[in-house]
């Protein structure tokens, strides 16, 4: 490589490295808000689980209530049965003993399938639980991962900025306008491109077979008169064969 081209190398690698870093900087952040979204998404559904499983043990527990209730109900009323003053009264009593027979019976009916269908359910409470506590250590883990990833590319691109300064105070004024021009033509830091087989390897188009042999001889800068980068040619490295 012509000696003035290294300096526009070194630039355009400092330049790239750079633009990726604070890519990258860019990204982190959004990565972490996917998986804490994740980790909410995992948590909301727990709570609703725990949901369903509290409902159902309330309800358990008022039919226990119920049944409590219901059982002291009977025994008042079967005390009250020993003092009916006739068959009517005694009937009446008897027909409201029934009827609260009843309700314990079909407390407790209602009790055995609650009981039938906390199983499950504790079970996946349980299980969820320990997979989420497991997610959220996973979750802080990565954080953690983030921030030092985020530190050493900040770090990296203070240390390169500072490069790129000392380079470009070196650099030849000129050199150095028509590097940013055509970093601002393409919106990109790539200013120089190699030849291969006669072409421009950035934008792919065929150089004038005039201009491609004056870039192998002459030692000067060229330029892809396609995308106006700045080009160079390599000559192939020969093989000698033994
Ligand atoms: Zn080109």
Request: net charge neutral; aromatic share 4%; proline share 4%.
């Amino acid at each position: 490589m012509k000696p003035a081209l290294e300096q526009v190398s070194k630039l355009q690698n400092l330049d790239m490295r750079i633009l990726e870093l604070k890519r990258e900087v860019a990204q982190l952040p959004k990565q972490i808000a996917e998986i804490e979204k994740q980790l909410d998404a995992h948590t909301k559904k727990l709570d609703a689980e725990k949901g369903v499983l509290s409902a159902n043990q309330r309800e358990r527990k008022q039919k226990e209530l119920d049944i409590q209730t219901a059982q002291q109900k009977i025994s008042k009323l079967k005390d009250q049965m020993l003092q009916a003053k006739n068959n009517e009264q005694y009937r009446a009593f008897q027909h409201e003993i029934e009827y609260a027979q009843n309700e314990i019976s079909q407390s407790e009916t209602r009790i055995l399938q609650l009981m039938e269908e906390s199983e499950p359910l504790e079970k996946n409470v349980k299980a969820a639980e320990i997979a989420l506590a497991e997610e959220r250590k996973e979750v802080d883990a990565q954080k953690q991962k983030a921030k030092a990833q985020t530190a050493a590319d900040e770090k990296e691109i203070s240390d390169r900025a500072g490069e790129l300064r000392q380079l470009l105070a070196a650099m030849p004024p000129e050199i150095k306008q028509t590097c940013e021009r055509i970093r601002k033509k393409h919106n990109s830091p790539q200013v120089m491109a190699e030849v291969v087989d006669g072409r421009c390897t950035a934008c792919r188009i065929a150089l004038r077979p005039q201009h491609y042999q004056n870039l192998k001889v002459r030692d000067e800068i060229f330029f892809c008169e396609a995308c106006g980068r700045i080009i160079y040619y390599n000559p192939p490295t020969q093989v000698v064969m033994s």
